[in-house]
T-cell receptor
Framework: RKEVEQDPGPFNVPEGATVAFNCTYSNSASQSFFWYRQDCRKEPKLLMSVYSSGNEDGRFTAQLNRASQYISLLIRDSKLSDSATYLCVVIFSGGYNKLIFGAGTRLAVHP | NAGVMQNPRHLVRRRGQEARLRCSPMKGHSHVYWYRQLPEEGLKFMVYLQKENIIDESGMPKERFSAEFPKEGPSILRIQQVVRGDSAAYFC?????????????FGEGSWLTVV
């Protein structure tokens, strides 16, 4: 079983749509959670951290469910510029900053 | 304040040659991480280094791959006798501290193509 699993997509949605991605992780002792965005042939960039209480940044909302070991990302009012691969990232407990990446979910927003 | 600098950005090597990828962390950062991304896959952790020390190399292939982060100069990821399967994007990242909670910054990556 992969340490971090995501639906690879692609998700093809029209502008203005709401789209949700889920991610599951295998290690119940995981301590930190993030969503990164990666454009084609570019480095991953931190989109947002994910907290148990949930957090929102503009059109983006992230949720963490520790009991079920899954993380979600909701994008409202999709823009063409949201087209990218979204990477679910986990840090397992162990004392240092070792990021474990999911394979990513591709989003394509069309006019 | 320059970000994480990687070079070369693109590298083409013939099978059997050596590839050297360099990474200069952000100013003030002494923790460096290397990740590999194969086509259509996510990033995979390779190695975590501090100055002059390898802390965790659990993601490094057992043969042909080595990494260093000397007291002076950039971190180097070295791949000897490259094979076609080594073709990938290699990302370096750095952080000020090693504990989780320290933000990690990624370089733009080095794309290795083995022909």
């Amino acid at each position: 079983r992969k340490e971090v699993e995501q639906d690879p997509g692609p998700f093809n949605v029209p502008e203005g749509a709401t789209v949700a991605f889920n991610c599951t992780y295998s290690n119940s002792a995981s301590q930190s959670f993030f969503w990164y965005r990666q454009d084609c042939r570019k480095e991953p960039k931190l989109l947002m951290s994910v907290y148990s209480s949930g957090n929102e940044d503009g059109r983006f909302t992230a949720q963490l469910n520790r009991a079920s070991q899954y993380i979600s990302l909701l994008i409202r009012d999709s823009k063409l510029s949201d087209s990218a691969t979204y990477l679910c990232v986990v840090i397992f407990s162990g004392g240092y900053n070792k990021l474990i990446f999911g394979a990513g979910t591709r989003l394509a927003v069309h006019p | 304040n320059a970000g994480v600098m990687q070079n070369p950005r693109h590298l083409v090597r013939r099978r059997g040659q050596e590839a050297r990828l360099r990474c200069s962390p952000m100013k003030g950062h002494s923790h460096v991480y290397w990740y590999r991304q194969l086509p259509e896959e996510g990033l995979k952790f390779m190695v975590y280094l501090q100055k002059e020390n390898i802390i965790d190399e659990s993601g490094m292939p057992k043969e042909r791959f080595s990494a260093e982060f000397p007291k002076e100069g950039p971190s180097i990821l070295r791949i000897q006798q490259v094979v076609r399967g080594d073709s990938a994007a290699y990302f370096c990242a750095s952080s000020e501290g090693g504990a989780s909670g320290n933000t990690i910054y990624f370089g733009e990556g080095s794309w290795l193509t083995v022909v």
